[in-house]
């Protein structure tokens, strides 16, 4: 165990409740694995119950360099929610849903289940935009960092496409609310390095996205008939 670990671990106890920190290895061995077929077994178990402490647990980890990785449902098939350092869980309480416009908009606290989200909005006859198979398990914290979609949204309704604002944390614990224009331009002021080296990433990103499609391939596709047998 490195000194650093020791230090960040301590510093976790002082900070965080017992409870909310799982250490015995039974429990890391259970979160060690999502839905995917990656195992790999945390370090350290940690629930978080507010803003507040996520952005503490965030001064820690840079502190004493140790990665985090953040969990919702845990329900990808890529294996993104499992880590063998410092897995990050949400307490049941971020579910808090707020219907606005007669339901044109929901308001979506990371941890509401998506089958939760339509149930809210079903009286209305309205749904949220991704309908991906995981649904009825699926966490809107995933949906929204994996730009979830589905068989029947495609990329139409997709996350980002259906996104009206988002409240985010950076890893320096810095909140940016995009629905509030004051926190929006304190945001350009404080972070201008982070956003110049964005818009340069975007930049490069269309130009390779320019020359790969010159030099793509046609492929020519057929589209078949629906018949009955098909249905």
């Not at 950076?170 to 350009?188: H, M, Q, W």
Request: net charge neutral; glycine share 6%; with cysteine.
């Amino acid at each position: 165990m490195s000194s650093d670990w020791k230090f960040f671990l301590d510093a976790c106890h002082e900070t965080f409740d017992d409870n909310q920190l799982f250490e015995d290895y039974a429990r890391r061995f259970s979160f060690g694995t999502d839905a995917s077929f990656y195992r790999l077994v945390p370090k350290l178990v940690v629930k978080i119950s507010d803003e507040n402490q996520l952005a503490q647990l965030f001064g820690l980890a840079q502190q004493f360099n140790v990665p985090l990785t953040l969990r919702a449902a845990g329900t990808s098939l890529s294996g993104q929610a499992v880590t063998d350092s410092v897995l990050v869980l949400l307490r049941a309480h971020w579910n808090q849903i707020k219907i606005l416009e007669a339901g044109n908009k929901i308001t979506l606290q990371p941890g509401v289940i998506g089958a939760d989200a339509n149930k809210a909005l079903s009286p209305l006859n309205r749904k949220i935009g991704p309908d991906q198979a995981s649904i009825n398990t699926c966490k809107i914290g995933g949906i929204v960092a994996n730009n979830a979609s589905g068989m029947c949204c495609g990329t139409a309704h997709n996350s980002y496409n259906t996104l009206a604002g988002i409240r985010i944390m950076f890893a320096d614990g810095s909140v940016l609310d995009t629905r509030d224009p004051t926190n929006v331009a304190c945001f350009r002021l404080t972070h201008q390095h982070l956003l110049a080296e964005l818009e340069t990433l975007g930049n490069l990103t269309k130009k390779t996205f320019n020359w790969l499609k010159k030099f793509s391939i046609n492929i020519e596709s057929r589209i078949l008939p629906v018949t009955a047998s098909m249905l």
